[in-house]
């Protein structure tokens, strides 16, 4: 199983307040990625990274910002929460393959973000 | 545009059946394929991959199927238990320096005991 975590796992926020979604993976991988999912439907990827310094947006357009200044940490920030961002926000981490392999993506808990 | 699409939403099945999810892709040129489980308030869970050069692959109690002439992917769990479920996703990934990874919509698997 794959050692990567998230916090908090549920957050319920008014409007127009700052927050920071954690996550974290101890299994040093470079690559992390930040995706958004609503119930039961498909990922979106919002951002990704492919190691220290490096950070990019994903295909679904997002208010949110990301820094990745140490290895195992990936954090996601709005700065100005609203409900159309009401989600669960996932974090995945993946690393190059071997020959045999192909890069997976681990993913986290997820947070279930509320803003009301 | 790409898109990934799955052709059933829900799938009820009698435990101890055999399992077939499927999936229908868009890119022709993804490098390989993907299964995720997902659990109820819980992160997608990796369950098989197969590369797009390759037209079948076995796991435990897991097989995924690749058609690429129809652009077909398929999952089948065998014996099904009540713990397989969960919300099922396929994935189409193109690599290029970063994963392009397209997940489709999901089909929810129900185990009736």
């Known amino acids: 199983e794959a050692d990567i975590y998230q916090t908090p796992r549920y957050l319920v926020i008014g409007t127009g307040k700052k927050i920071t979604l954690e996550c974290s993976q101890t299994?040093?991988?470079?690559?992390m990625y930040w995706y958004q999912q609503d119930p039961g439907m498909e990922l979106h990827l919002i951002h990704y990274?492919?190691?220290?310094?490096?950070?990019e947006k994903g295909d679904l357009s997002s208010e949110s910002t990301v820094s990745r200044i140490r290895t195992e940490h990936f954090p996601l920030t709005l700065e100005s929460a609203r409900p159309s961002h009401t989600s669960q926000y996932l974090c995945?981490?993946?690393?190059?393959?071997?020959?045999?392999?192909?890069?997976?993506?681990?993913f986290g808990p997820g947070t279930r973000l509320t803003v009301l | 545009g790409e898109s990934v699409g799955l052709h059933l939403p829900t799938l009820s099945v009698q435990e101890g059946d055999n399992s077939i999810i499927n999936c229908a892709y868009s890119?022709?040129?993804?490098?390989?394929f993907i299964w995720y489980k997902q659990e109820s308030g819980k992160g997608p869970q990796f369950i098989i991959d197969?590369?797009?050069?390759?037209d079948k692959r076995q796991g435990q109690r897991v097989t995924v199927l690749l058609n690429k002439t129809v652009k077909h992917l398929s999952l089948q769990i065998a014996a099904t238990q009540p713990g397989d479920s969960a919300v099922y996703f396929c994935?189409?990934?193109?690599?290029?320096?970063?994963?392009?990874?397209?997940f489709g919509t999901g089909t929810k698997l129900q185990v009736i005991p």
């Open positions: 995945a981490s993946s690393d190059p393959p071997g020959l045999a392999s192909t890069d997976t993506q681990y």
């Open positions: 299994m040093g991988h470079d690559k």
């Open positions: 990274s492919y190691g220290v310094n490096s950070t």
């Open positions: 890119n022709s040129a993804s490098d390989y």
């Open positions: 197969i590369r797009s050069n390759m």
């Open positions: 994935a189409d990934v193109l690599s290029r320096g970063y994963q392009k990874v397209t």
